[in-house]
């Protein structure tokens, strides 16, 4: 079991995302995923640091992908989405529309955004290309196994969602600029604000979601501390990190030392909570009653909560 780095759901000023992606060339991840998953609007504040952290990544020997849109519905959108196919890295598809731009039999990879919950559809992207999938988070240990299992068959790599706040939900609509009285045309990219997300209560003050621009997140950040062995035991072949905007690098570096067995999974989740925004951990949906559920509540006193 591995590492791989996901794209960055949130929207940084070039300067973070240089620094973040030269950082990363030293830290124990096998792989990267780059590019813009949320809004495509975000994208020409950054894209220039997109080669030279594609070039420092390979340099350092990581295998490097690009990611579609989760969501492509403007025309200029579908353009870029096409446009894919000419990079010359593996393109992760996190919405199905990408794989018009991609010939038939061309690999490629599929992100936790594609709803792969069953072996027919894990046979069908086999078939077109697929040599990577990361399944979508709430899946529960016994479907991961059932599809890791037949990815071994296929000899498609299984990954899981590793670490960070959970993708629930993508639309058309921007809650970030809503909460700022913006329409979605004229945001001022608000969402600029909440490096990690913003965190939305319900009214009696509960902590409850995140938003972040036209996604909505978990509020707690999901962690696999407790769930390496069995993972590992089920055939999953990689852990999902997903970006968060401060101490990601010393993040990877725990979770390498886990997986490693240098460190126990209290002390890896005793660390994390320290760490990630809003100090919540969970790993329900793997397993748990609710997707909120964290198995070291009762030792680690941290009250679940998405």
């Not at 350092?60 to 969501?71: E, F, Y």
């Not at 690098?249 to 005793?270: T, V």
């Amino acid at each position: 079991m591995d590492l791989t780095v996901g794209p960055n759901h949130f929207f940084w000023d070039a300067a973070t995302v240089r620094g973040f992606y030269q950082g990363l060339a030293a830290v124990p991840v096998s792989r990267v995923v780059l590019g813009e998953v949320v809004c495509s609007k975000r994208l020409p504040f950054w894209q220039d640091e997109i080669a030279t952290a594609v070039e420092v990544l390979l340099a350092a020997g990581k295998d490097v992908a690009i990611t579609s849109l989760a969501l492509v519905t403007l025309k200029r959108e579908r353009k870029a989405t096409a446009a894919l196919a000419d990079i010359g890295l593996p393109i992760e598809v996190n919405d199905l529309t990408a794989l018009h731009a991609l010939p038939p039999g061309q690999p490629f990879w599929v992100g936790p955004l594609i709803n792969v919950y069953n072996e027919g559809t894990l046979r069908w992207l086999a078939a077109r290309g697929a040599v990577r999938v990361c399944l979508p988070p709430e899946l529960p240990l016994e479907s991961i196994a059932v599809l890791a299992g037949l990815g071994r068959d296929l000899g498609v790599a299984i990954e899981v969602w590793g670490h960070g706040r959970l993708p629930l939900a993508i639309s058309g609509r921007c809650y970030h600029a809503r909460l700022h009285d913006h329409a979605k045309d004229s945001c001022q990219f608000v969402c600029g604000l909440d490096p990690d997300g913003r965190d939305v209560e319900t009214l009696d003050g509960q902590k409850f979601l995140t938003v972040n621009g036209v996604q909505t997140l978990s509020q707690s950040t999901a962690s696999m501390a407790h769930q390496i062995e069995v993972l590992r035991e089920a055939g999953v072949s990689s852990l999902r990190m997903s970006p968060q905007s401060a101490g990601f690098a010393e993040i990877c570096i725990a979770y390498a030392d886990r997986i490693a067995g240098k460190l126990s999974a209290a002390e890896l989740a005793a660390s994390l909570i320290a760490k990630v925004p809003g100090g919540r951990l969970s790993d329900g949906f793997v397993r748990g009653p609710a997707g909120a559920h964290w198995s070291g509540a009762a030792s680690e006193a941290n009250r679940p909560g998405l």
